[in-house]
């Protein structure tokens, strides 16, 4: 599976009342990463819309100043849905922040949606296994 990086420096813009990033910032981030996994691998950015966003699970705060780094990967396809999971951490790091999955779908130019046709990824190792059986059961 094709693995996608973006890099963030977290700013006195992005942080919450508690001094810590604010859950709605890295969300967006969240999903504009996943979203370039997506079109990258699609090809028609044009032709992508968020479906959904799959509770993303905060693991540890993040404070300012720190380099985050979001790995994104394409994990399950359907028909007209593209299901990527993400996974921040701090550059250099290995730590889990945080993690979740987006879902995406494939749409025409008046919003219907059509077919893609991607072919599932292949699984390179466990945890891909892991990840892909977890993208199957969500809704």
């Known amino acids: 599976m094709k693995i996608f990086n973006t890099s963030k420096l977290v700013k006195s813009e992005d942080l919450n009342h508690h001094g810590t990033l604010f859950a709605g910032r890295l969300a967006e981030w969240f999903i504009e990463g996943a979203f370039i996994t997506a079109a990258g691998i699609f090809g028609d950015p044009s032709g992508l819309v ?6 993303l699970a905060f693991n540890a705060p993040v404070k300012k ?33 945080v993690d979740g ?32 059986e977890i993208a199957k059961k969500l809704r």
Request: overall charge positive.
């Open 101 to 132: 999955f987006v879902t995406f779908v494939c749409v025409d130019e008046n919003g219907k949606k059509k077919a893609h046709g991607l072919l599932q990824p292949k699984a390179q190792n466990e945890e891909d296994k892991r990840l892909i």
């Open 50 to 55: 968020c479906k959904k966003l799959h509770g």
């Open 65 to 97: 100043g720190a380099i985050i780094n979001l790995e994104t990967k394409l994990v399950l396809v359907g028909t007209t849905s593209i299901k990527v999971y993400g996974k921040v951490t701090k550059v250099n790091g290995t730590e889990s922040l």
